[in-house]
């Protein structure tokens, strides 16, 4: 390996699908950077969220499906060891822009699990998803998938 990382796009994982907000469409989170994970390259990018919304990343170790979790009104993708990416002391509370967008670039050498933040290791997989505000209740996005390695 010559130590460059090429950018690569993670597919939506289509396993589990996102429901329409309130914008009439779902909201959908695309991953960016590299599956190498001592290369710590990860950017997430969810779009057509509803305006001025808040919300958070949601990292899971598997793929799942959990109908309408919490009163939602959308599914959660994400499975297994499932954590927050909502850490307010480090800002990763989200508000979408004016134009329904949020953008997160984690560490992941500290994903939170329900058993304490984490680092990602090689073999592993995650599973990223946007939980967001959405009145009268909430919603998420599409999910993505990456495998480590």
């Known amino acids: 390996d010559s130590g460059a990382f090429q950018s690569e796009a993670f597919s939506v994982d289509i396993s589990c699908s996102a429901e329409p907000n309130s914008t009439g469409a779902p909201s959908v989170t695309e991953a960016f950077g590299s599956a190498v994970v001592y290369a710590n390259v990860l950017h997430l990018r969810t779009t057509g969220l509803p305006p001025s919304v808040p919300g958070y990343?949601?990292?899971g170790s598997?793929?799942?499906?959990?109908a309408?979790?919490?009163?939602?009104?959308?599914?959660?993708?994400?499975?297994?060891?499932?954590g927050s990416l909502?850490?307010?002391?480090?800002?990763?509370?989200l508000i979408s822009s004016d134009l329904g967008r949020v953008d997160l670039t984690p560490d992941l050498t500290d994903?939170?699990?329900?058993?304490?933040a984490q680092a990602i290791l090689a073999g592993e997989t995650r599973v990223f998803q946007f939980w967001h505000r959405d009145l009268p209740a909430s919603n998420?996005?599409?999910a993505v998938s990456v495998l480590y390695r």
């Open 111 to 116: 994903i939170p699990t329900p058993m304490g």
């Open 68 to 82: 309408m979790p919490a009163g939602s009104v959308g599914n959660l993708c994400a499975a297994g060891a499932v």
């Open 57 to 59: 990343y949601v990292a």
């Open 86 to 93: 909502n850490r307010a002391n480090r800002g990763e509370v």
């Open 140 to 142: 998420f996005s599409s």
């Open 62 to 66: 598997m793929v799942g499906f959990t």
